[in-house]
Nanobody, 114 residues
């Protein structure tokens, strides 16, 4: 069973930055895709950013140019660097990894407010 532990979510002012971390219980090489999703109250869960085993990346339209996904294989951790945060980025952020199955973390709350 794969375990994912997210951290880094907090309250931040508009225009601020945050880095979210997702630590996996197993080597990242196992996973074909690793990513971050978010869900705001009353809205569907949406893709924020994802990366593949080969290093390709994909971003949601609303975060392109502001967010960046990267991984540290030695630490078995996937990161989401978020810059120029906006109130509409407020959501629960979930880590997701896939091999033959899909695994989710418990989520970390990001609140962007002055």
């Amino acid at each position: 069973q794969v375990q994912l532990v997210e951290s880094g979510g907090t309250l931040v002012q508009p225009g601020g930055s945050l880095r979210l971390s997702c630590a996996a219980s197993t080597a990242l090489i196992r996973f074909s895709t690793m990513g971050w999703y978010r869900q705001a109250p009353g809205k569907e869960r949406e893709l924020v950013a994802s990366t593949t085993r080969g290093g390709s990346t994909k971003y949601g339209d609303s975060v392109k140019g502001r967010f960046s996904i990267f991984k540290d294989t030695a630490k078995r951790t996937v990161y989401l660097e978020m810059n120029n945060l906006r109130p509409e980025d407020t959501a629960m952020y979930y880590c997701n990894v896939e091999d033959h199955d899909t695994y989710w973390g418990q989520g970390t709350q990001v609140t962007v407010s002055s």
